[in-house]
């Protein structure tokens, strides 16, 4: 499959990953864990698009099957015009210089027994993009661009705080120039304080690299100053994905005002009421039959447990996928 001439760095079509669940061991039937189940999904150059669920909805998964960290079960994902599920191992791996991810838990993400210039330099090394003295300028610039002072470069992991292991991660991700980065709930362990400054971090660079993110985060407040678009997951769908100012100022998937409701907000003037979900996400191996969040929704209706609605554009920009919008377009 290739899309020549597009304006999208990623399309991904359809992408599903299906994993046979581990229950079920005395069946003959083995329940089918439906992680990631049919998403559409393109990203353009220069973008950052949030995507945004619970814990267990599968974004996660999606990330990683994007980048063929997991193998996905069936799909496309076209990267520059290319379906990267058709590559080969060496084709694979020379374009994993083009797509990085940053990962939730920094500290695991590093080797705690080497130091963090050769944790940095090593993907200079496995691409061969610098060697001797060259490499060790760049480790220096490398360190500097992401705020640590360059006498660090011969610590261990173990040596710095959560905020500053994040940077290191920063620091390795975009040591390759990559075009496309995965940010798996990349400040979601830091505190506060700590977060706005990673935050601003990966903005500033993204601006000065020309950098393409895909942001993914259990919390619509982190991705609202990041974010140009977001897309909202709930159990292996996208169920809404607008513009980012017009999410927060129309919400139309209940699933979407309902985590919008949970950010504290600070405006006296507004209505806004929070709204409080009944029970956990559903297990994902049985999902709810029609519309997966039927069994947690204030409007469901009779057909919401027969039918599954699909994703329907709603305005410029706005799609979503709830039969509440379904006779108005
Ligand atoms: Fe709620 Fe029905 Fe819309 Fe699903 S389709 S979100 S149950 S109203």
Avoid: W
Avoid at 162 to 191: F, T, Y
């Amino acid at each position: 499959m290739t899309v020549s001439g597009s304006q999208y760095l990623l399309q991904v079509k359809n992408l599903k990953k299906h994993y046979a669940s581990k229950s079920g061991f005395l069946s003959r039937v083995k329940p089918v864990v439906k992680a990631v189940d049919g998403i559409d999904l393109d990203i353009r150059k220069g973008e950052i698009l949030g995507l945004v669920g619970e814990s267990g909805c599968g974004k996660s998964t999606l990330g990683r099957s994007i980048l063929r960290l997991i193998e996905p079960t069936s799909g496309n994902v076209v990267f520059e015009g290319r379906d990267i599920l058709s590559c080969n191992r060496e084709e694979m791996r020379l374009l994993r210089k083009e797509m990085q991810i940053i990962f939730q838990d920094s500290g695991a993400a590093l080797n705690p027994r080497i130091t963090i210039g050769e944790i940095i330099g090593a993907p200079l090394d496995i691409f061969g993009l610098a060697k001797e003295e060259e490499k060790e300028r760049r480790i220096i610039e490398l360190l500097e661009l992401v705020g640590l002072n360059k006498d660090y470069v011969n610590r261990f992991p173990h040596e710095f705080s959560g905020g500053q292991k994040q940077r290191i991660g920063i620091a390795r991700a975009i040591a390759v120039q990559p075009k496309l980065i995965v940010c798996d709930e990349p400040v979601s362990a830091l505190d506060v304080s700590v977060r706005a400054q990673i935050l601003n971090l990966m903005k500033k660079l993204k601006n000065q690299f020309e950098l393409t993110y895909l942001f993914i985060s259990h919390d619509l407040s982190v991705v609202h100053h990041l974010c140009d678009r977001i897309a909202v997951m709930y159990l292996g769908k996208i169920v809404e994905i607008a513009d980012r100012d017009e999410l927060y100022r129309n919400p139309s998937h209940p699933y979407t005002k309902t985590l919008l409701s949970a950010i504290p907000n600070l405006d006296p003037e507004s209505k806004r009421e929070r709204i409080v979900l009944e029970g956990d996400v559903p297990n994902p191996s049985s999902p709810p039959s029609g519309c997966h969040f039927h069994t947690r929704c204030p409007y469901r209706m009779e057909r919401c447990s027969v039918d599954a609605p699909s994703l329907q554009r709603i305005g410029d920009h706005h799609s979503v996928s709830c039969h509440l919008f379904d006779d108005q377009h």
